[in-house]
């Protein structure tokens, strides 16, 4: 998929298009670009300011509370929207109040995919036909079609605490969104600090207990 735009830069986009295509002609005129060239980033850049224009009006950049399954269907099917994540929600649940706080970030910095979130008991049809049984649930689709799904905190380290990064790498995983590259993870453990710390942690540990 193509790399992420944030709200911010949407928003610089759609409402200064003409501000941007100045920058970008100042930019060309730097260089020795053919004309040809120039006139088809320009035209990118109108495309991406159309396209961008239509997810705004879509609610794109925020996370939507859904308020019925007609709501859902009606989303998932749009041929505007081609990636979409899904959460699941109860509202006594903890844990599912911990999803919002994160899926409420993701959705800034990931304007191009849409975050949205249902009720389980507003959506009794959709929780028997997509075998929803353990909250949370985030249900990650591409062009209307499941690709992936993230049951409960398993594949988030189990705790409540987990940070944002986690789950926005796994949801780069499913291919619902696109990491920067300049998000450099190799180097820290997703809780934060080094493996090696996390290896000496959990070697203390084993001798605290002999």
């Not at 053919?34 to 990118?44: D, F, K, Q, V």
């Not at 705004?56 to 859904?66: A, I, M, Q, S």
């Not at 049984?133 to 799904?149: E, S, T």
Request: hydrophobic share 35%; aromatic share 8%; glycine share 4%.
């Amino acid at each position: 998929m193509a790399a992420s735009t944030t709200v911010e830069t949407a928003d610089k986009i759609i409402n200064d298009q003409s501000l941007a295509e100045d920058e970008l002609w100042a930019e060309l005129e730097k260089e020795e670009i053919p004309s040809h060239i120039r006139e088809a980033r320009l035209s990118a850049l109108k495309q991406q300011s159309e396209q961008l224009h239509k997810l705004k009006d879509l609610n794109f950049g925020e996370y939507t509370l859904l308020p019925d399954e007609k709501s859902f269907l009606d989303l998932t099917t749009n041929t505007s929207v081609e990636y979409c994540v899904v959460h699941f929600f109860h509202s006594d649940f903890r844990r599912c109040a911990i999803v919002d706080s994160h899926l409420g970030k993701l959705c800034k910095k990931y304007f191009e995919t849409k975050f949205a979130k249902l009720d389980v008991e507003r959506s009794n049809f959709l929780v028997t036909r997509l075998k929803i049984q353990m909250l949370p649930a985030i249900f990650c689709f591409k062009k209307g079609v499941v690709v992936d799904r993230i049951v409960g905190f398993e594949e988030l380290g189990n705790v409540d605490d987990f940070p944002t990064i986690l789950l926005e790498r796994r949801l780069a995983k499913s291919g619902v969104i696109e990491l920067s590259e300049n998000e450099d993870l190799s180097k820290k453990s997703i809780f934060g600090g080094s493996k090696s710390a996390v290896r000496q942690s959990q070697e203390d540990s084993s001798d605290d207990d002999d």
